[in-house]
């Protein structure tokens, strides 16, 4: 193959042929998708849950992750929000001539890892190959399907006053992260983005817990917005303390350099948890305990007195709205 990406490859011809099987099915193939038919036979019972989202994060490799791992992370994360064990994802690629084809193998290859750490399998993508200037390198849709196990599922709908909030660790990294490589700033401590896939941990947490009423991930929008769409869903109060709320030091000093606030920064590795107050303990002694939760806190709790709002308590002992997020505060961080 050329070291540059033709449009040829895009072509659905001999050149497609050669990158399908010299680069995708060699980090990317299983019995499934080796089969290379117009469609995947899948093995499905009981509801499923299923999610979409497209990564058009810049720049494509930052600390911590890339696009590619990225957009494994996001789609296998929300399908475990739903309760369910993520099993298939889709890949499908938007890519730009002229494309090195090295950066393209190292992403892919990203794929691949991120697809065996999450216990999922890529079984079926697309590639389209556009001509220069009409994307920016690459653009990555993912889909992906998972059995639901629990059943009510989690849902942001079931969130009830007396429910403890907890987060499962630090926010802002992933956000931080990307606005720093970015705009090439750096700070005292270097700041990682949290991209990770969570859905072990979401199972174990599920089958240990009997009564989880709400998982989410903060990702685009961050803490105050997902929590501003759970108190919205649900018709309650999300009361949360922000002496409580986790943030690294390196984040807390970018932000505060920045002029951002961590709570509205998007995070790839963390989720929300609200349950009743007398399961806090369990859950965070279970999050605890696994290293993509170390710092899992619980950081509030749901209301009845102000439905559909978030009620900040500031380390002074103040109260402020949190309101959903503006406009985009940092475009494409995911």
Known sequence: ???????????????????????????????????????????????????????????????????????????????????????FITCGLILEEGLDMDVLERIIASVGRAARNAGV??????????????ADKIFINTTGVGEIFVTPGPSGHS??????????????????????????????????????????????????????HVLRDPTRGGLATTLSEIALQSNVECFIREKDIPVREAVAGGCSFLGLDPLYLANEGKFICILPEKFADKALEIMRSDVLATNAQQIGEVRKDHPGKVVLETPIGGHRLLDMLEGAQLPRIC
């Open 121 to 134: 399998e890529v079984v079926t993508g697309d590639t389209k190959v556009v001509p220069r200037g009409a």
């Open 1 to 87: 193959m050329s070291q540059k990406l033709l449009l040829d490859y895009g072509s659905g011809g001999k050149a497609s042929q050669r990158l399908i099987s010299g680069m995708f099915l060699k980090y990317l193939g299983n019995d499934r998708l080796n089969r290379l038919d117009d469609a995947a036979f899948l093995e499905l019972s009981g509801p499923i849950s299923m999610s979409t989202d497209t990564f058009t994060v810049d720049p494509l490799f930052f600390p911590g992750g890339d696009i590619g791992s990225l957009a494994v992370h996001g789609t296998v994360n929300d399908v475990a929000m739903l309760g369910a064990r993520p099993r």
């Open 159 to 212: 969130a009830k006053p007396g429910d403890a909030i907890l987060i499962s660790g630090t926010m802002g990294d992933h956000g931080l992260t990307i606005l720093s490589k970015r705009e090439g700033l750096s700070f005292d401590a270097p700041v990682e983005s949290d991209s990770a896939a969570l859905n072990h941990l979401i199972v174990r947490l599920l089958q240990e817990i009997p009564e989880i």
